[in-house]
């Protein structure tokens, strides 16, 4: 059945209208105190989890100030990275800062569920970026966010709009449930297999036999910063360029694609990374994520972003990069990792951590040696990350079937694609 059929008999002929959220919801303009938040009912952009995944608990609870006040009911959505799609529909009443938006229905004819499924659209959050201000932390415009359209059923007739509404979410809910149910399992083996690579990868990389040395990062190559570029500059087809927040949001270990392009134009103002250097991160909200690591495999430079490093050196560009994803190597950085409001990698301090060198003293044995590694950590890595392989892929086509499923129940039409 189409997605048309499918809402024509769901909608019984009744009409649809579309309206700016603005119309029909508001931001919470209400303030609470310190004393009534704590960690299960504090939220922040950290505590939000990715992908409409909802919320954790708070590790940090603000004891001064006030703040922004949620009900239970009331969308909550992180503004900053807007791409990270953090929402979720609040089961309890709480507080929160002025870096999540908190969305409530001021309409009989829409419901907070309803409103809650709406958002999750991966449209919407095309939108927000769109709109987005900022290259370094995008944030989504409130004003631009208010603006947004969205389909209500038969908005003059509160009681048919909510039952139609109703039906929406509770077709949605069953298949999140049996999506969500079928998805944990997957990940729990996932999980599973990642602690098991993890271990083994650790152990391969250890080295505490046989001939090898450790060097600092800074004996073995260089160090070369990017040169800044914003979204604004994104184009369908020019000059390949990796984003800062792209290596630890989109890439592995190792690419040889980039996702995004720049204009040719500005060929002659960018920094590039040479196929074989490892691209590290600069800044990040975790330290994790800082000084996060992906070797560039590809034919041809890459230009980088002003918030990443190239490092330039002679041995084989994934096994340094499968280096630099080691718990002890990870250890080491956290060191090196200014916690201001954004964290900063320490450039110098990061070049003085050591990785293994095996078989110093013999260069061809070396780089026989590092490519042998890297073969039994690729299988690892194909299995664990891969898109295309393994439990990944089955989690991708689970969340695949379930966004098919969203887009035949909110795939309203709009008047201007209505024949007449």
């Not at 309803?114 to 415009?141: C, S």
């Not at 996932?190 to 690579?197: E, G, I, P, S, V």
């Not at 196929?275 to 560039?296: H, N, Q, Y």
């Not at 499968?322 to 060191?335: G, L, R, V």
Request: with cysteine; proline share 4%; net charge neutral.
């Amino acid at each position: 059945m189409s997605n048309v059929k499918f809402l024509d008999k769901l909608l019984d002929g009744v009409l649809v209208e579309w309206k700016a959220l603005g119309e029909v919801a508001k931001y919470s303009d209400v303030r609470i105190d310190s004393n009534q938040v704590n960690k299960k009912n504090y939220v922040g952009v950290d505590n939000l989890l990715q992908n409409g995944a909802g919320k954790a608990d708070s590790n940090y609870v603000p004891t001064e100030g006030r703040h922004i006040e949620y009900r239970s009911g009331d969308v909550l959505i992180g503004n900053i990275r807007p791409y990270l799609k953090k929402i979720w529909l609040a089961d309890q009443a709480g507080g929160t800062n002025g870096d999540v938006l908190v969305i409530r229905s001021t309409h009989p004819s829409l419901s907070s569920g309803y409103l809650h499924q709406v958002l999750m659209d991966d449209k919407f959050f095309a939108y927000n970026m769109q709109h987005a201000r900022g290259a370094k932390m995008p944030r989504g415009d409130k004003a631009k966010i208010l603006e947004y359209c969205i389909p209500i059923p038969c908005p003059n007739n509160p009681e048919k709009s909510l039952e139609i509404q109703a039906e929406i979410v509770r077709i949605l809910d069953t298949f999140t449930e049996l999506t969500n149910e079928l998805t944990n399992e997957l990940t729990n083996e996932l999980t599973a297999r990642k602690k098991q690579y993890n271990h083994y990868r650790d152990l391969l990389l250890s080295f505490e036999d046989g001939d090898v040395e450790w060097k600092p990062l800074g004996k073995i190559g260089e160090f070369i910063r990017g040169k800044r570029f914003t979204k604004a500059d994104y184009v369908d087809n020019g000059i390949n360029v990796i984003h800062y927040g792209e290596i630890y949001t989109r890439y592995g270990v190792f690419t040889d694609k980039a996702f995004s392009q720049v204009r040719e134009d500005m060929a002659n103002s960018l920094r590039y990374a040479e196929s074989g250097d490892v691209v590290i991160t600069d800044v990040g909200e975790t330290v994790e994520d800082v000084g996060k690591a992906v070797a560039w495999l590809g034919n041809g430079r890459v230009a980088i972003h002003d918030h990443c490093y190239a490092f330039r050196h002679s041995m084989n560009p994934k096994f340094v990069s499968y280096c630099m994803q080691t718990a002890s190597f990870i250890a080491e950085k956290a060191k090196y990792v200014a916690r201001t409001k954004v964290n900063t990698l320490l450039v110098n301090g990061f070049s003085k951590i050591s990785i293994p060198v095996p078989y110093p003293n013999d260069s061809e044995k070396s780089l026989a040696e590092q490519a042998r590694i890297v073969a039994i950590l690729d299988k690892f890595d194909a299995l664990t990350t891969s898109i295309t392989e393994g439990l990944p892929c089955e989690i991708e086509l689970r969340q695949k079937q379930y966004t098919y499923y969203r887009e035949l129940l909110l795939n309203f039409l709009k008047p201007e694609a209505v024949e007449v």
